[in-house]
């Protein structure tokens, strides 16, 4: 009988060990959104030409973020898939997760905030590849 409920209880385990990347993933998401947004405050007269192709662009942007957002979690869910359980518990690794995350998030800012000054000066988001 024990064996049948074991699965439904490590369940939540599971959910629980990943629920902060994917806090993480959505506060990506939101702030890539919220950059995107803010860079269409710029140029309001894209909206008059054609709202079709403004939304096409903010929906082929939601899928690079998608893809980023991906890359900037792989580091996470690795991680998160090979800690141990009795280290997953404990409070140093909870404060290493908050601490990493607080670098990440601000790094995340610094980018939003360079790219708003960046297309204010050159007309465009950055280049990545470059």
């Known amino acids: 009988m024990s064996t049948n409920s074991e699965p439904?209880?490590?369940v939540p385990v599971v959910i629980?060990?990943?629920?902060?990347?994917?806090?993480?993933?959505?506060?990506?998401l939101g702030l890539?959104?919220?950059t995107r947004l803010a860079l269409l405050l710029f140029h309001p007269d894209w909206l008059v030409t054609s709202t079709?192709?403004?939304?096409?662009s903010l929906l082929h942007g939601l899928a690079?973020?998608?893809?980023a957002c991906g890359w900037w979690?792989?580091?996470w869910v690795l991680y998160l898939t090979l800690v141990p359980q009795r280290w997953f518990d404990s409070g140093w690794q909870r404060r290493l997760l908050?601490?990493?995350a607080g670098a990440i998030f601000f790094t995340w800012l610094f980018i939003a905030t360079a790219e708003i000054f960046f297309?204010?000066?050159?007309?465009?988001?950055?280049?990545?590849?470059?």
């Open 8 to 10: 439904q209880a490590r």
């Open 16 to 28: 629980a060990r990943y629920r902060f990347a994917a806090v993480l993933g959505l506060v990506y």
């Open 32 to 34: 890539s959104s919220i």
């Open 52 to 56: 079709l192709a403004v939304v096409v």
């Open 64 to 67: 690079f973020d998608l893809l």
């Open 73 to 75: 979690l792989l580091p």
């Open 98 to 100: 908050v601490a990493g």
């Open 119 to 130: 297309f204010a000066e050159f007309d465009g988001r950055f280049n990545f590849v470059a």
